[in-house]
């Protein structure tokens, strides 16, 4: 990014404003404290955020394609027409609820004739309803007064007592809702009769609500924008003169200046300083762009770090496929993305693509640890696998070279520390891009001291001998990181502040690293619970259905199969998205030393046409 500072002449400002926006390359500096203090653009990007908050409700509720629109409502209008809708569909569940409680009142004593009791009633004898707990009850009420017994429920007894005076008996008397039980039937049948006919016009409408609010959002946002580069104005010379700074990609500088050339201002064209709120860009090849929106999730990183997406991509990937861990949820992953990508909006391409790569990536995973749909091909008898099932890394073919233990609970550790590893040359790189190498010596002594120390104690414990030049080598490269990273950790302070700050750092870094690493374990732990889950309802399909004849068996095994592989798809799919994004976000940001609080470039364009 390239810092632009522009100085126009007062009455040619707001026609060279609408040239900026139409050229639509210039991100204007935003001047917070202006912005924050104006009532006027807080209240429209709360108009903004609120029909954002609408259109998803909307785009949840509504149907694909468009069944009826909001002819005769202004597009400013219709947000504050549907929120009366919707604030009546509560209203419309509130009611019906609280006419269920009333109804509910009723159910123990059945359906009883109202308009007979009214008439007793009127000829001096009184009815009234008791309930009590059943071991209160006392059988001898029924001696000494009238009473008719109605039931049981729910551990009451219900009874009714018909006399001009009131009995003296320990229960309580019912008390029935103002509205008889017809009248409350009748009410929730007319309650639910407008819920249902309200929730179908939403349903109808949303599709054209959507789009027209959509159309009004992008309205707001111009107003916003309008506001945001008012207050980003600076007025001098008595008010004929104002300045603007704003920030533009590089790669497009010579087309901006050719732009500008022909205009009466003043501009000047400079590179950024360390105290300067940078916007940031993202530049990523076609693959790491598909992962940019999971990296926004977390945050944008700020102009003066590397960003971390191409980095966390392929690992990303490759831990969705371990805690998958099913060849088969991968085919159908990948074939429902391919199949769908053609299908669907431009903006959700990108997503189906990323979800094809994580579907090719759970097939790979589920080929090579032998799970296919809950299958474990390595103990299958098929005939054509005798060849190739004792290559699959599980635990029977590889458990006993390993001391019992899966290949993929190491394979997953040592992937965790991969990216570890890699997170820390990372920091390297961006302390020395940053600050100098001499104030990144000590990060970049942890990286080789970690890596020299699984050469010289990992390879020897594999079996692997080394030659003894290589090994004092290896011991001198120890010694030389632990002296950078003991002494040398804060190059402006002296030799004994480091010498301190070094031994806390490195019983930070040794129990921090641990954890770090076995979290890593996760990514075992889900994909073998995925696997174990289909095999158990592969085998529920097949004990349970034994018995039964060939038809019905086949029907009942579809069922089971079709539910239960269901259920563990979309179980295993939430962990395959949540803990990968708990790894790169928790473990190889820190270890990367990613700092974040970037702000996305967003340049002063025209929005609508």
Known sequence: MKKLSLLIFHKDYQHFLEELREKGVVHIHENRERSVADDQLQAQLATVKRQTELILRLQQQGQAEKRKGMEGIEEEYIEEHLRKKYHRLEQLVQQIGSVQKELALYEPWGTFPGERIDTLEKAGWRIRF?????????????????I?????????????????????????????????????????????????ELKTWLDDVAADAVERLKRYREKVLEATDERQVKNAANVAVEGRIISLEGWFPADREAELLQFLEGRELYYEVSRSTPEDE???????????????????MYDLPNYGELDLTPFFAPFFMLFFGLCMGDGGYGLLIWTACFLLRKRVKDGLRPYLKLGEYLGVATAVVGVVTGSFFGISLDAVTWPWLQGVKHYFLTQNNYGPQLGGYSPMLFFSFAIGGVQILCGMCLKVVKIAKQHGWKYALSDLGWTVLLVTLLIAFGLPALGVTLPE???????????????????????????????????????????????????????????????????????????????????????????????????????????ALVHPMRLTFVEFYKSAGFEGMGKKYEPFRKRTQ
């Not at 209160?136 to 009238?146: G, I, L, S, T």
């Not at 940078?278 to 926004?296: D, T």
């Open 130 to 146: 008791y309930s009590v707990p059943e071991q209160k009850f006392r059988p001898e009420w029924e001696a000494v007064a009238e």
């Open 148 to 196: 008719v017994e109605i039931g049981e429920y729910k551990g009451y007894r219900y009874f009714i007592h018909i006399g001009k005076e009131r009995a003296e008996l320990e229960a309580d008397e019912y008390r029935f809702p103002t509205k008889s039980q017809r009248e409350l039937a009748e009410l929730e049948t007319a309650l639910r009769n407008e819920y249902d």
């Open 278 to 296: 940078v916007p940031v860009k993202l530049k990523n090849n076609r693959f790491s762009r598909l992962f940019e929106p999971i990296g926004a």
């Open 469 to 575: 030049f290589l090994v004092w080598g290896l011991y001198g490269i120890i010694g030389f990181c632990a002296l950078a990273i003991l002494f040398y950790n804060s190059p402006d302070k002296n030799i004994f502040l480091n010498l301190g700050a070094g031994i806390w750092g490195t019983y930070n870094m040794v129990t921090g690293l641990l954890g770090d690493i076995l979290s890593y374990v996760r990514l075992f732990a889900l994909g073998l619970t995925g696997s174990i889950l289909g095999g158990v309802f592969n085998m529920l399909a097949i004990d349970m259905t034994a018995a039964l004849p060939v038809v019905p068996r086949l029907l009942l095994m579809f069922f089971v199969l079709i539910v239960g592989h269901g259920l563990n798809f979309v179980i295993a799919m939430i962990g």
